[in-house]
């Protein structure tokens, strides 16, 4: 089987119309608090943005001697995806921290453009209950002003993959496995696993919710009895969610492990029809050795 019929064949075609149903909600952002110099802005970005905020993003309350200040912050190695996040935005600031980099946004006007974005449109319990925290020193900060008190808004729970919320999370949360199992060490034969995975502490469940939504998968309970672990290994599920991947990008260094995971659910399909040897053998175990996402 060729490699563009696994691919691209109509029952694996991703769809927009699906990821354009309106499941977030920005509208206060884009009347109120959008930038002046943005005409516009990409919803499906601030959909991405707030998953990936979820996965990587920090909501912080420093009690500094004179008074308390209110931070934002996204932590990562990845300088591209900083500047980015800071580009579509169009506000907050990009800085080196030791080895890594982050967006940081601290500004009262910066901090009331992301109250905008977030509220009501965060998914995690988790991460709901460090917002509402951050949200009430806000309002505390803010009663001495002019400024109105912000309410926390409910988020209305609808299914993850109607919008590109899910592709943030999962450039954060998730991993794409390869790993290598013998069958006859004699014989010098092996197989491929091809795993989806996301590790979650305390949120059994969002991940009863997401299994759900991706109709596949199953949950593990770590060593831990409160982190579990959503995985998901059918080949038939995985181009199920490398569709919602095309049209809803990872936008992050993530989308290498993506493309190398996606060539060996080809190979692994096609295994019958083309034997692993030779050439093709070698870029089996190429894409083994170049694989960065081992569990």
């Given amino acids: 089987m060729k490699k563009r019929n696994i691919l ?18 920005f509208n206060n952002f884009k009347t109120n608090f959008l930038p002046k110099h943005k005409k516009n802005i990409d919803i499906s970005f601030l959909e991405w943005f707030v998953g ?17 200040r209110l931070f934002f912050i996204i932590t990562q190695n990845d300088l591209q995806v900083l ?7 169009g506000f907050g600031r990009v800085q080196k921290h030791g080895k890594y980099f982050r967006y940081c946004v601290s500004d009262k006007e910066g901090v009331e453009r992301l109250i905008a974005i977030f509220n009501g449109n965060l998914v995690l319990d988790k991460t709901n209950k460090r917002f509402q925290i951050w949200l009430a020193f806000r309002n505390h900060l803010r009663r001495k002003t002019l400024n109105r008190v912000c309410y926390l808004n409910k988020f209305n729970k609808t299914r993850y993959l109607n919008c590109s919320w899910f592709s943030g999370f999962a450039a954060a949360e998730s991993c ?18 091809c795993r989806f995975i996301i590790d979650q502490r305390s949120e059994i469940l969002f991940l009863n919710r997401l299994k759900k939504d991706l109709s596949s998968g199953y949950i593990d309970i770590r060593k831990d009895k409160f982190n579990h672990r959503l995985i998901i290994g059918n080949s038939k599920d995985l181009l199920s969610i490398l569709k919602y991947f095309r049209a809803s990008p990872l936008r992050t260094k993530k989308n290498i492990d993506l493309v190398r995971f996606k060539k060996m659910i080809v190979k ?22 170049n694989s960065r996402a081992k569990v």
């Fill in 52 to 68: 990936f905020s979820e996965g990587d993003g920090s909501f912080i309350v420093s009690k500094g001697s004179k008074q308390l």
């Fill in 8 to 25: 691209k064949s109509n029952k694996y075609k991703g769809s927009s119309e699906t990821l354009r149903e309106k499941t977030l909600n």
């Fill in 176 to 193: 794409f496995n390869l790993y290598k199992r013998s069958r006859c060490s004699r014989l010098k034969t092996f197989s491929v696993r």
């Fill in 268 to 289: 692994v399909i096609s295994r019958k029809k083309i034997p692993w040897e030779g050439k093709v053998l070698k870029r089996v175990l190429n894409l083994l050795k």
């Fill in 83 to 89: 500047h980015m996040i800071r580009t579509k935005l």
